[in-house]
């Protein structure tokens, strides 16, 4: 595998064009992009891509994978695929696009078992959190005829289960491609057609800027919430009753990203260890310095931090990204979520 990829330039045409088309007056294409997409995993973003495909027309059969006969059931009864089954490899017989959404740390075992069933020119894609560590293990067992373009769709909530995916889930957020210097620019521009068919804005960078990017925007604000959810609840002179029943909004913020999916984020930090302990080294000299201006009263550098933040939050805002409605861990009746908390 290639250490340093390069930038992947998008070539010209209309593919993209037709796709985003689609998502923006949210009408279904006329012919299916893909005759066959295989989905390994029908979590959130599994169910999700299901809702979104079949809304834009973007497949003409879906076909996916779970370990549980209970799973398998509630995707039948939602028909989130046209056939579901046990093993990866049956579920991805004949398909032209497979993509992996099953936690990062089942990428490995997942790849090998696939590759020999990898349909000739098929594409093969992810919806991890990372993307140095899933080229590492996904990328030795991909077949020389198969077009392997990690991505990684930023949008979730911390919901989990095929029950919890709905078709909106990726309108107007980012999907994150990072292909390899030698990925076929065809299949790079019909895989980013197909994200925006779904919804989203796509954005092609490297893996390792990737990794960077993500530790700072979710990976270290996940690991902070755990942390101080995890603090409160060890102190002795504070309830647990007590914190539940006066949570302001910051405490209430962090337990709503603490409640995301213990195995998901686990596997990230076990993943991205370089660029998260980097990030966190960071954070750790500049909460020493607002230690000292707390302590010794410097109200004008407190200031000048709050008013700076407050800047890049109302960035964000304007730029979108922003939920209008959270629901805070609330349970939303089936059908009616809304975008949550981006992974």
Same mark, same amino acid.
């Given at each position: 595998?290639?250490? =340093?990829?390069?930038?992947?330039?998008? %070539?010209?045409?209309?593919?993209?064009?037709? #796709?985003? =088309?689609?998502?923006?007056? =949210?009408?279904?294409?006329? @012919?299916?992009m893909?005759?066959?997409a *295989?989905?390994?995993?029908?979590?959130?973003?599994?169910?999700?891509?299901?809702?979104?495909?079949?809304?834009?027309?973007?497949? #003409?059969?879906? $076909?996916?994978? &779970?370990?549980?006969? &209970?799973?398998?059931a509630?995707?039948?009864?939602?028909?989130? *695929?046209?056939?579901?089954?046990?093993h990866? *490899?049956?579920?991805?017989?004949?398909?032209?696009?497979?993509?992996?959404? $099953?936690?990062?740390?089942?990428?490995?075992?997942?790849? *090998? +078992?696939?590759? %020999?069933?990898? @349909?000739r020119?098929?594409?093969?894609?992810?919806?991890?959190?990372?993307?140095?560590?899933?080229?590492?293990?996904?990328?030795?067992?991909?077949?020389?005829?198969?077009?392997?373009?990690?991505?990684?769709?930023?949008?979730? $909530?911390?919901?989990?289960?095929? +029950?919890?995916?709905f078709?909106?889930?990726?309108?107007?957020?980012?999907?994150?491609?990072?292909?390899?210097?030698?990925?076929?620019? =065809? &299949?790079?521009?019909?895989? @980013?057609?197909?994200?925006?068919?779904?919804?989203?804005?796509?954005?092609?960078m490297?893996?390792?800027?990737?990794?960077?990017?993500?530790?700072?925007?979710?990976?270290?604000?996940?690991?902070?919430?755990?942390?101080?959810?995890?603090?409160?609840?060890?102190?002795?002179?504070? $309830?647990e009753?007590?914190?539940?029943?006066?949570?302001?909004?910051?405490?209430r913020?962090?337990?709503?990203? &603490?409640?995301?999916?213990?195995?998901?984020?686990?596997?990230?930090?076990?993943?991205?260890?370089?660029?998260?302990?980097?990030?966190?080294?960071?954070?750790? +000299?500049?909460?020493?310095?607002?230690?000292?201006a707390?302590?010794?009263?410097?109200?004008?550098?407190?200031?000048?931090?709050?008013?700076?933040?407050?800047?890049?939050?109302?960035?964000?805002? /304007?730029?979108?990204? +922003?939920?209008?409605?959270? /629901?805070?861990?609330? @349970?939303?009746?089936?059908?009616?979520?809304?975008?949550?908390k981006?992974?």
């Amino acid at each position: 595998m290639v250490n =340093k990829p390069v930038r992947f330039q998008r %070539p010209s045409g209309d593919i993209s064009g037709i #796709a985003r =088309k689609a998502r923006l007056t =949210k009408l279904p294409m006329t @012919k299916p992009m893909f005759q066959q997409a *295989a989905l390994i995993g029908v979590g959130l973003i599994g169910s999700s891509l299901s809702h979104a495909m079949r809304r834009a027309n973007l497949v #003409a059969r879906i $076909t996916a994978c &779970a370990r549980s006969e &209970a799973t398998r059931a509630t995707v039948r009864n939602l028909g989130l *695929a046209d056939e579901v089954f046990e093993h990866a *490899a049956d579920a991805v017989h004949g398909a032209d696009l497979v993509i992996l959404c $099953t936690p990062v740390g089942t990428f490995e075992a997942i790849s *090998a +078992e696939i590759a %020999p069933h990898l @349909k000739r020119d098929a594409i093969l894609s992810d919806a991890g959190s990372v993307k140095t560590a899933v080229i590492r293990d996904v990328g030795p067992h991909v077949p020389e005829h198969v077009h392997f373009i990690p991505g990684h769709p930023i949008a979730g $909530t911390e919901f989990s289960g095929p +029950e919890s995916g709905f078709a909106e889930l990726f309108d107007g957020r980012w999907t994150i491609l990072t292909p390899l210097p030698d990925a076929d620019e =065809k &299949a790079v521009a019909k895989l @980013k057609a197909y994200w925006e068919g779904c919804g989203a804005m796509v954005e092609i960078m490297t893996p390792e800027h990737h990794d960077l990017v993500l530790a700072v925007t979710s990976h270290v604000p996940h690991l902070i919430a755990y942390n101080i959810v995890g603090t409160v609840s060890d102190l002795e002179r504070v $309830t647990e009753k007590e914190v539940i029943k006066f949570s302001a909004s910051g405490f209430r913020d962090f337990t709503r990203i &603490a409640a995301s999916d213990p195995t998901m984020w686990r596997d990230i930090f076990m993943n991205n260890k370089e660029a998260v302990l980097e990030i966190l080294g960071r954070f750790t +000299e500049d909460l020493a310095a607002l230690q000292r201006a707390i302590r010794w009263g410097d109200g004008e550098a407190l200031f000048d931090l709050f008013t700076r933040t407050r800047a890049i939050r109302r960035g964000i805002i /304007d730029a979108g990204q +922003e939920t209008p409605a959270p /629901d805070f861990g609330r @349970k939303i009746p089936h059908g009616n979520a809304g975008p949550g908390k981006t992974s």
